[in-house]
């Protein structure tokens, strides 16, 4: 069973910047493409980002030349750099590639 943990977010001002990372276990990690969505107040949930096994990596317009995702193997860990934060930004952040989802982690984007 896949698990995912989520974490990282918080308070920001606009301009801000926050670091979320994902723990997923019940997977081969290594071999699994990652991505992260979010879920924007009144929004349906929406895909932000990607990593692929070999590192390549693909955003939504909207976060692109501001979020960058990575990977640590050895730590099954996912991780999201979020830079000029906008408060269009706000919402819940998942990291997910199949099953359940985890709790996700919220980031509020608010002067």
């Known amino acids: 069973q896949v698990k995912y943990i989520e974490s990282g977010g918080g308070l920001v001002q606009p301009g801000g910047s926050l670091r979320l990372s994902c723990v997923v276990s019940?997977?081969?990690?290594?071999?699994?493409?990652m991505s992260w969505y979010r879920r924007s107040p009144g929004k349906e949930r929406e895909w932000v980002a990607r990593?692929?096994?070999?590192?390549?990596?693909t955003y939504t317009d909207s976060v692109r030349g501001r979020f960058t995702i990575s990977r640590d193997n050895a730590k099954n860990t996912v991780y999201l750099q979020m830079n000029s934060l906008k408060p269009e930004d706000t919402g819940v952040y998942y990291c997910?590639?199949?099953?359940?989802w985890g709790q996700g982690t919220q980031v509020t984007v608010s002067s």
């Open positions: 997910h590639v199949y099953g359940d």
């Open positions: 019940g997977i081969v990690f290594d071999f699994s493409a």
């Open positions: 990593i692929a096994r070999d590192g390549d990596t």
